[in-house]
C-alpha cells in the first residue's frame, strides 16, 4: 500500500523558517508534487506545486531530489497565522492502480 | 482564479435522511471532480473521483450504493449521501480540476455532516 508520510508536527517561532518533508515512494512517475495548508473546519489551500527540483513562489519554495521520492516544503519567515496542518499530495501507482494519496499531514504551530 | 464553492457547510439531520451536498466550480470548467473524507485529526481521504457525463469511479471500500455521484455539468458535481447514520458524520470536502494532468486541485471548504 503506498504510504504518503510526514512528521505529525512542528513548532517553530515568528520569523524562522520552516522545512517540512514529504516521503512518498510510489509517486508515478508523470506525477506532480503539491503542497496544501489546512485551518480547522476549511479546506486546503493551495501553496505550491512542483514536478522536480526547485520551485519558488511568492509564499514557499519546493525542494524536490532527483529521484523524486521525497519533498521539502520551505516557508521563509513564519508568522502566527502559518499556523495549520500541512500535506503534500501525490498521485502514486500501487498494485497497478492509480490515485491521489495526501500524506500525514504536519501540524505546524508557530509561536510567539 | 479557481475558486470551488461547497454548499451547505453545515448540516444536521435525522438518522435515516438522505443528505446532498454540492461542489461547484465557480470561474473554471471541470471535468474531473474529486470527493474526500476527513476524520478529525486525520488526513484526507479520497472516496471518489467524479467524471463529467460519465460514472464515479469509488474507491476500494466506499459503497457507491451509500455515497451516490453525480457530476451533471462542467461546474457542478454533488455527493448524497443515502439513508444517513451516525457513522456517516465527518468533514465531505471536494476539489475540482482544471484540465491538463500537471494542475492542481482547488478545494472547497468542506461541509461538516452530523447525523443524529
Redesign the interface.
Known amino acids: 500500500l503506498a504510504k504518503t508520510t510526514q512528521p505529525i508536527s512542528m513548532d517553530s517561532y515568528e520569523g524562522q523558517e520552516v522545512n517540512i518533508t514529504c516521503s512518498h515512494n510510489n509517486i508515478a512517475t508523470?506525477d506532480?508534487i503539491?503542497w496544501?495548508q489546512q485551518f480547522p473546519?476549511?479546506?486546503?489551500?493551495?501553496i505550491i506545486?512542483g514536478?522536480k527540483t526547485k520551485v519558488t513562489n511568492e509564499v514557499a519554495s519546493l525542494f524536490i531530489p532527483a529521484d523524486r521520492k521525497s519533498s521539502t516544503l520551505s516557508l521563509p519567515r513564519v508568522s502566527l497565522s502559518d499556523t495549520a496542518v500541512y500535506?503534500c499530495?501525490v498521485g502514486a501507482t500501487t498494485s497497478g492502480t492509480y490515485?491521489?494519496?495526501?500524506?500525514?499531514?504536519t501540524r505546524l504551530k508557530v509561536l510567539a | 482564479g479557481a475558486v470551488v464553492s461547497q454548499h451547505p457547510s453545515w448540516v444536521i439531520c435525522k438518522s435515516g435522511t438522505s443528505v446532498k451536498i454540492e461542489c461547484r466550480s465557480l470561474d473554471f470548467q471541470a471535468t474531473t471532480m474529486f470527493w474526500y473524507r476527513q476524520f478529525p485529526k486525520q488526513s484526507l481521504m479520497l472516496m471518489a473521483t467524479s467524471n463529467e457525463g460519465s460514472k464515479a469511479t469509488y474507491e476500494q471500500g466506499v459503497e457507491k450504493d451509500k455515497f451516490l455521484i453525480n457530476h451533471a455539468s462542467l461546474t457542478l458535481s454533488t455527493l448524497t449521501v443515502t439513508s444517513a447514520h451516525p457513522e456517516d458524520s465527518s468533514f465531505y470536502i471536494c476539489s475540482a480540476k482544471l484540465p491538463g494532468s500537471n494542475q492542481p486541485q482547488h478545494f472547497g471548504d468542506g461541509t461538516r455532516l452530523s447525523i443524529l
Do not use: D, E, V
Open positions: 508523470n506532480y503539491t496544501y473546519s476549511q479546506g486546503p489551500r493551495f506545486q514536478y500535506y499530495l490515485k491521489y494519496i495526501f500524506g500525514t499531514g
